[in-house]
């Protein structure tokens, strides 16, 4: 980490409606964190990283990326840069998994076809999957599909990824695998915010720890800190029932 600030969100707010999902975050991510985000189901965290690439559009405040205040008008640059990965893969069901790597890169023409392709091949061989560029993802385990949305992401070379939940709709032998792979981008400097239940793994990786609750970050720190002496009665209620 080189202090250098990536992300600088002020005041973020998000409503759907009357229900205030996301209730004024003030927030600072540096340049290889690895930030996991935490808290009760339906306390904003899945709303709140997707605000940050504006896959939902906030409702006020601010986002800046490498210094620049992220408008509408520039959220496809950005997007480029904010790599994420979902919970339920969005894999597109029709284009194999070559097609569907080599989609982005080639219509944002950051590629030629060629170089895309070899790029697919050199991921896919590093995830184990290379058998797999020509099959579609029907025929694909939930563990495969998430591997091959990961490299996806990582296609276009992103500064910071994203993951909202990525082993939630995986079955047991399949997480470990994807983990791996987050573990991996980890070790070697990628920025990284990760929505999780998974809270060993959250010991594990973390450089920080983000609890949100109701919309606003009601705590955070170290995981040394956040899991052995944590500063409110809200998360130390929270570890009390997931430790």
């Known amino acids: 980490m080189n202090g250098e600030t990536e992300l600088i969100i002020k005041n973020l707010r998000k409503t759907f409606g009357k229900n205030k999902v996301i209730n004024g975050i003030d927030f ?17 965290k899945s709303t709140f990283l997707r605000c940050l690439n504006w896959m939902e559009e906030p409702t006020s405040g601010e986002i800046f990326f490498d210094g ?11 997007r480029q840069n904010i790599g994420m990965v979902f919970q339920h893969f969005n894999l597109i069901n029709n ?7 080599v989609l982005a890169p080639i219509k944002l023409k950051m590629m030629k076809r060629e170089r895309a392709e070899r790029r697919t091949k050199e991921l896919l061989r590093h995830i184990g999957l290379s058998s797999k560029a020509n099959s579609y993802p029907a025929s694909l385990s939930g563990g495969q599909k998430q591997r091959i949305a990961i490299i996806r992401a990582m296609m276009l070379s992103p500064e910071v990824l994203l993951f909202d939940e990525p082993t939630s709709a995986l079955d047991p ?6 983990l791996s792979i987050i573990r991996e981008l980890a070790d070697n400097g990628m920025t ?3 929505v999780t239940h998974e809270i060993s793994f959250a010991k594990e990786i973390a450089s920080r720890i983000v609890f949100i609750d109701k919309g606003k970050i009601i705590e955070e720190g170290s995981p040394e800190q ?3 002496s944590p500063k409110t009665p809200r998360v130390k209620e929270f570890l009390d029932k997931v430790l």
Not at 36 to 44: A, W
């Open 28 to 44: 600072k991510l540096e340049e290889g964190e690895r930030v996991v985000i935490l808290g009760p189901s339906g306390s904003g």
């Open 68 to 78: 620049q205040l992220v408008t509408g008008k520039n959220i496809r640059k950005v």
């Open 95 to 101: 284009l194999t998994v070559m097609e569907n790597l």
């Open 173 to 178: 032998e399949s997480i470990g695998d994807v």
């Open 192 to 194: 990284i915010m990760i």
């Open 226 to 228: 956040f899991f052995s």
